[in-house]
């Protein structure tokens, strides 16, 4: 067991490094963030920081010597790195598990390979090959870069007119994955959190809503079919016990008129779909984080209240008076300055009597 008093080492100083860091402190950990900008979110909220570059052997060295366990919070960090950083310490989730989210098509082979349903994919390695492929899934689909897209990044449509050369110079990289495109009526995710025991602890499936592919909304609990929401929960459980995972899984699924429940994305990190957890549950994704990493019991992850989370984008943020006068309203701020468009700068949980 890392008892508190440890230090964490967080790969990554974004918004999620940032609020973990703020509960591992209520638990009396340290946290040392490691990232290559010089000022992040989650610099700002601790002391303890290192400013280089992912491969900078010499300055993860050092980063190994000054903590007691790593984690990341976005899952671009370069396996390679955390492959380094293991050989010294604990790193949770293992890099394996960051090997396989931080590629589509890898992390689609996998949940193939669990028996675990997606949408029908493709690998694809040039416009001859995207032709092929459009022909076997089908005239709606959506040609996705295999590595670091996310919030909707190096995507693109296809549809039954498409100029397929077109579309493969927007994605842009060498290789893609080209998905059926599902006609979905929810977009949910599951979090769950995995200990060194294998225990787990599962976040009620909740439901997204996106605008201009980034997440919007969160609302929660998702209205689901008890059966489909027993589904979605075994489904993540299924996912982060075979890859022995410790720490947190996220499960990003799509649920169809049917019922049916596809799989869309995994990620093994905290993530904005739990963001309502803070102030709606007894433990929060980010505590739970802390704990599961440290060999601590879980907590629970009951609800006290249901909750809708509201991310707060780009100028969106100009409205926190707002939010602060409401009672109902739980007000982050990031820290991030001046808002950009597109940038998550913080984000409003409103809390609701729990129905259910
Ligand atoms: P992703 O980056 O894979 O999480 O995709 C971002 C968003 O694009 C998802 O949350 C969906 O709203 C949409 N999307 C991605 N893949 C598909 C698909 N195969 N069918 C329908 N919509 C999709």
């Not at 999620?16 to 992040?40: D, F, K, Q």
């Not at 009951?302 to 100028?315: P, Q, T």
Request: one cysteine or more; a neutral charge; proline letters at 6%.
């Amino acid at each position: 067991m890392i008892e508190p008093g440890a230090t964490i080492g967080i790969l990554g100083g974004g918004q999620l490094g940032r609020m973990t860091a703020l509960a591992a402190a209520r638990l009396g950990y340290r946290c040392h963030v490691y990232c290559p900008e010089r000022e992040s979110p989650a610099t700002l909220v601790t002391p303890f920081a290192t400013t280089a570059g992912y491969d900078d052997r010499a300055a993860l060295a050092r980063f190994a010597e000054a903590v007691d366990v790593v984690t990341f919070e976005f899952e671009s960090v370069p396996a390679d790195t955390a492959e380094v950083l293991a050989e010294k310490r604990p790193v949770r989730p293992g890099p394996a598990a960051l090997r396989i989210a931080q590629d589509r098509l890898k992390e689609k082979d996998f949940l193939h390979s669990i028996g675990v349903a997606t949408a029908p994919y493709r690998a694809v390695a040039g416009i001859d090959a995207l032709g092929r492929a459009a022909r076997d899934i089908g005239p709606q689909a959506v040609l996705k870069t295999v590595r670091g897209g996310y919030d909707g990044k190096g995507q693109v449509a296809i549809r039954p007119d498409s100029d397929l050369a077109a579309a493969w110079r927007e994605m842009g990289a060498e290789i893609g994955i080209l998905e059926s495109f599902v006609d979905f009526v929810c977009e949910i995710s599951v979090i769950l959190a995995r200990g060194t025991d294998g225990r787990w602890a599962a976040y009620v499936p909740v439901e997204n809503r996106h605008a201009h592919h980034i997440l919007d909304t969160t609302i929660a609990p998702a209205r689901l079919a008890p059966q489909v929401a027993t589904r979605a929960e075994a489904i993540a459980r299924h996912i982060a016990d075979r890859l022995e995972l410790v720490g947190l899984l996220a499960v990003e699924m799509f649920v169809t008129a049917t019922g049916e429940v596809l799989v869309n994305e995994i990620a093994p990190r905290p993530h904005n779909s739990g963001h309502w957890t803070i102030d709606a549950c007894a433990t929060s994704q980010f505590e739970q984080l802390v704990r599961a990493i440290c060999g601590l019991p879980l907590g629970s992850p009951e609800r006290h209240s249901d909750a809708v989370m509201k991310n707060l984008i780009g100028a969106e943020v100009e409205g926190w008076r707002e939010a602060l006068a409401e009672p109902a309203a739980r007000l982050h701020l990031y820290g991030k300055g001046k808002p950009v468009p597109g940038r998550k700068m913080g984000h409003v949980t409103r809390l609701l009597p729990r129905r259910s």
